[in-house]
């Protein structure tokens, strides 16, 4: 497995009301945009696999599309009502991001 995947986007290929797709050596993975930052977590929800990549975002956070579970992207965690993390619940695997010379975005290995 390789320690980085250079997606070959670049941020303006990033629709900061969608996540993005993208498949990755390390399997399926989101791009999102939250302001300035480039964020990656898993494409597929911890719950039942339910599609994260189409959830809808905001504040640093996505909502899963199926029953609506939402979580922190930059943590992982998944959140209640309140903006709250929840103990117990697995986290969303991560990829820190990068960019490299040409402004293309660049993937890390994820973290659990
Ligand atoms: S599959 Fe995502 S909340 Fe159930």
Not at 27 to 39: I, Q, R, S, T
Not at 61 to 73: I, M, N
């Amino acid at each position: 497995m390789p320690a980085s995947f250079p997606t070959g986007l670049v941020r303006a290929d990033l629709d900061p009301r969608r996540p993005r797709f993208v498949e990755t050596p390390w399997g399926a993975m989101a791009l999102y945009l939250d302001g300035d930052e480039v964020l990656c977590a898993q494409a597929f929800c911890p719950h039942l696999e339910g599609p994260l990549f189409e959830g809808s975002v905001g504040s640093g956070a996505v909502t899963c599309p199926w029953h609506c579970w939402r979580y922190d992207l930059r943590s992982g965690a998944r959140l209640g009502p309140l903006g709250v993390p929840l103990p117990g619940f697995e986290k969303l695997k991560r990829c820190a991001v990068s960019t490299d010379a040409q402004g293309r975005i660049v993937l890390a290995e994820p973290t659990p």
